[in-house]
């Protein structure tokens, strides 16, 4: 089935920025939407942000405006870029998928495939 295979994640101050990165190359199912998670420290697994082929974008009401998922389909690789960090989104980040046949549309719950994280600390 091959992986996803998170990276980015780091320590960065309030106000900063990061960018992390999917790479999918290795997964062996292609989808047509795909997305981010987030799991903070003791907390439950969320959608934040889904991007379908057809372009169309969803993201959670804290994220809005500060975060964007995009992708690189000749490398392979779902991003997701942060601003304007703030220590409530602290936590793991997966890249995820929705293996949904007619998936695109979809909402930021239906994802059924993730990575193994990559963890975001922001510092007051």
């Known amino acids: 089935q091959g992986r996803l295979v998170e990276s980015g994640g780091d320590s960065v101050q309030a106000g900063g920025s990061l960018r992390l990165s999917c790479d999918t190359s290795?997964?062996?199912?292609?989808?047509?939407?795909m997305g981010w998670l987030r799991q903070p420290r003791g907390g439950e697994r969320e959608g934040i942000a889904r991007?379908?082929?057809?372009?169309?974008?969803t993201y959670i009401d804290s994220v809005k405006g500060r975060f964007t998922v995009s992708r690189d389909t000749a490398k392979a690789i779902l991003y997701l870029q942060m601003n304007d960090l703030e220590p409530a989104v602290t936590g793991m980040y997966y890249c995820?998928?929705?293996?949904?046949?007619?998936?695109?549309?979809?909402?930021?719950?239906?994802?059924?495939?993730w990575g193994e994280g990559t963890q975001v600390f922001v510092s007051s």
């Open positions: 991007l379908d082929s057809d372009g169309t974008t």
């Open positions: 290795g997964y062996t199912y292609r989808s047509d939407c």
């Open positions: 995820a998928v929705d293996h949904r046949r007619n998936c695109k549309g979809g909402s930021l719950d239906q994802f059924s495939q």
